[in-house]
């Protein structure tokens, strides 16, 4: 590492840009994902707001990326400060592994339900299609991003695909340490009780992608100072 480099740091959006440059010399990859690295990056400068959100859930049979599976994944777009419920997908991860009486119980994902679900393969270029151009947002996202990089470790021999995420658990832990005031449970559904928003069906990926994308809202809305602050002020480092 160079002097230079030791004391001034390559911004974010410097870090993303080589990594995605990087990425695109990977052999056979994929078409969505192709498209998607080779995508200009938004203007980091730009409020929140006027850049487009792919919100996500997984819902796994596990918490162990290596040796648990995805069973659904949920999206949902988010414009201009609006959810698009046109934009709404839901699908359930066929494969060879039977579900686990224990993920099974949390989530109700039955055999049955996966059976006539889409190849991961498929679920995972649908993912990427849907985040051309876009911000990836979750709840607590060390769950999705430990599955998206175990699926390219099996597929392309490397990991961390260099997203633009926003975390709604994060934003809200940045929170409540700057009003000194922590809390244990940061759960989706416990933090969107404190922004008075109603309950959901917990452990559904549509349903949670959608109660995280209201989550994110209510948090910007909650903090009116925060709705012009750029996009960089929100993304996860």
């Known amino acids: 590492m160079g002097f230079l480099a030791r004391f001034f740091p390559p911004s974010l959006e410097t870090r993303l840009q080589n990594q995605r440059e990087q990425w695109l010399r990977v052999p056979n990859l994929s078409p969505a994902l192709q498209q998607m690295l080779a995508a200009p990056l ?113 597929r392309y021999g490397r990991e961390d695909l260099p997203l633009l995420w926003v975390d709604t658990l994060e934003l809200e832990r940045r929170y409540q340490q700057a009003a000194r005031q922590m809390q244990n449970d940061l759960r989706l559904s416990s933090i969107r009780r404190d922004y008075q928003l109603p309950d959901y069906p917990a452990h559904h990926a549509l349903c949670d992608a959608v109660a995280t994308a209201e989550l994110l809202l209510a948090q910007l809305y909650a903090r009116s100072h925060e709705q012009g602050l750029p996009l960089k002020a929100f993304l996860c480092e």
């Open 42 to 154: 938004p203007d980091f400068n730009a409020a929140i707001t006027e850049v487009p959100w792919l919100i996500f859930d997984f819902e796994t049979s596990g918490l162990d990326a290596d040796r648990d599976r995805i069973l659904s994944i949920g999206s949902i777009v988010a414009q201009q400060g609006q959810i698009g419920l046109a934009s709404a997908r839901h699908h359930y991860i066929a494969g060879e592994h039977p579900v686990n009486a224990h993920s099974a119980v949390v989530n109700h994902i039955t055999p049955e339900m996966l059976r006539n679900g889409i190849a991961l393969d498929e679920a995972m270029e649908a993912l990427f299609t849907d985040l051309h151009a876009k911000v990836a947002v979750v709840h607590g996202r060390m769950v999705e991003r430990a599955f998206i990089n175990a699926w390219l470790s099996s």
